[in-house]
């Protein structure tokens, strides 16, 4: 089983200078604007690629703590992570000069990091024996947990593994990979801990989702404001097993949704993607834009704000087969007919004041995707576009990022850089918040 995986790449400040001096003066203090990860790495062969978490957390501006268990040092030097973290790493309950270290690391961190966990890791945190610095941390904290599995494949799929992951993603534990690959001593299969941009960008994106820091951002600024979020790409069926989809993996859409939730809305989800429903958000599960058009028209009648962010088929098989198509039957001729286009549909019975968002995944950059954005926007009547050129490394499909323009009714063009799903929501967001307050609402 793959537990789900958070989003991206954030902008915040360098929590310290990029120094490899190991000298206690160049260790930060404790972080009053920024965040703290308490960064937890076992003794796996992954744990080489936790110098590499490490450094591009710091670099991301997050004030890193490693926590090093006794067999993660047998595999990469304490000095290593106490020259590259923010402050020198932790590797034992005892000594150091403090009684209690995991209750104050545990309040300290905003987020919790396992990287590389391995499976005596996974089995003690469910178990909720602490052992050792680490996982009296685990234990200790309230802070959310992302912890990225490493082992062998025969390891991973055993079902006391899978059980304890289980067990530790219902208790609200992200998890993030593990990956097909090669494995140590050359073998192949699951249990390849994820690639450390990945575990950094699901890292800053549990940062970014909670509640805010500083006054940048007024996080019940959509406080009562029901907003419906499509999601997903729809599937048109061909027959009982076959189907015409489209590359959407609805991480933008549920992105969207708790970022929306996040800022005080009440949250209607219409989605057709398998990805995990954000907490304190209402979901309904369609498949077809059939079955998205009735959801989604059906919530959007009490919806102040409706944000079309799924990938809708714009054709689908005329008449599917009751029964399924045997290659003994010929090649099928399967005739489309264009669907029911759903913003432009909401755009038509739209209530009073009630704002509309489009998204658009275009081939097209720079003026052209402008254009295109404007284009969308005037002929489906919707007062926001979010555009992105699903060309880009890192923007769309399957992407914890995304790089948008977002075009308005009123002219304006603004550009979002490469950054995570959920900061794209929160900029999509306050769109709509600043169109709202210009309609007096
Ligand atoms: N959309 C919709 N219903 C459809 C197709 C699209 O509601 N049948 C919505 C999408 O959710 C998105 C916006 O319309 O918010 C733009 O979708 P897109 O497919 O990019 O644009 P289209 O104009 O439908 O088509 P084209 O593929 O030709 O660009």
């Not at 310290?16 to 937890?40: D, F, I, M």
């Not at 209607?268 to 998205?292: K, N, Q, W, Y």
């Not at 739209?350 to 081939?363: H, I, N, P, S």
């Not at 950059?365 to 926001?384: I, P």
């Amino acid at each position: 089983m793959h537990p789900g995986t958070a989003a991206g790449p954030g902008t915040a400040r360098r929590a310290r200078p990029p120094s490899l001096a190991v000298c206690p003066s160049t260790h930060a203090e404790a972080p009053t604007g920024g965040r703290t990860v308490v960064l937890g790495v076992t003794g796996g062969i992954a744990a080489y690629k936790a110098v590499e978490v490490c450094r591009r957390l710091v670099d991301a501006g997050v004030h890193v703590a490693p926590v090093l268990t006794r067999d993660a040092t047998r595999f990469v030097g304490e000095v290593t992570f106490s020259a590259l973290a923010s402050e020198p790493a932790h590797t034992s309950l005892w000594g150091g000069g403090e009684v209690i270290p995991h209750t104050r690391l545990g309040r300290q961190a905003d987020l919790v990091v396992v990287a590389p966990a391995t499976a005596r890791l996974i089995g003690l945190y469910a178990a909720g024996i602490s052992s050792d610095l680490l996982t009296a941390t685990l234990i200790a904290t309230r802070a959310p947990v992302l912890v990225c599995p490493a082992m062998h494949g025969e390891m991973w799929e055993h079902p006391a593994v899978q059980d304890n992951v289980a067990r530790l993603a219902a208790r609200g534990v992200h998890f993030v990979g593990p990956e097909n690959g090669r494995l140590a001593g050359g073998d192949e299969g699951p249990g390849r801990m994820a690639d450390p941009a990945a575990i950094v960008s699901a890292a800053l994106a549990l940062l970014e989702n909670l509640p805010a820091v500083g006054p940048e951002r007024n996080r019940e600024d959509l406080a009562g404001v029901r907003i419906v979020v499509s999601a997903g790409g729809t599937r048109e069926p061909i027959d009982p097993v076959r189907f015409i989809a489209n590359r959407s993996t609805g991480k933008q859409g549920h992105a969207l949704a708790a970022a929306a939730h996040a800022r005080g809305a009440d949250v209607v989800l219409v989605t057709a993607a398998g990805v995990a429903v954000p907490a304190g958000v209402s979901a309904e599960h369609v498949e077809t834009v059939a079955e998205m058009e009735e959801a989604v028209v059906r919530h959007a009648q009490a919806a102040d704000v409706v944000v079309m962010a799924a990938a809708v088929a714009d054709f689908r098989p005329k008449t599917p087969h009751a029964e399924k198509i045997h290659k003994r039957d010929g090649v099928p001729e399967i005739v489309l007919e264009p669907a029911p286009d759903i913003l432009a549909e909401l755009s038509r019975l739209r209530r009073d004041g009630q704002v509309l968002v489009g998204f658009a995944a275009e081939t097209a950059g720079g003026d052209d995707l402008v254009e295109r954005a404007r284009a969308k926007l005037a002929a489906k009547g919707a007062d926001v576009v979010v555009a992105n050129d699903v060309r880009e490394p890192g923007a769309g499909f399957g992407h914890d990022t995304n790089a948008v323009v977002v075009v308005d009714a009123a002219g304006g063009v603004e550009w979002v850089p490469l950054s995570s799903k959920v900061e794209v929501s929160h900029r999509v967001l306050d769109k709509v918040v600043g169109l709202r307050a210009r309609r007096g609402m």
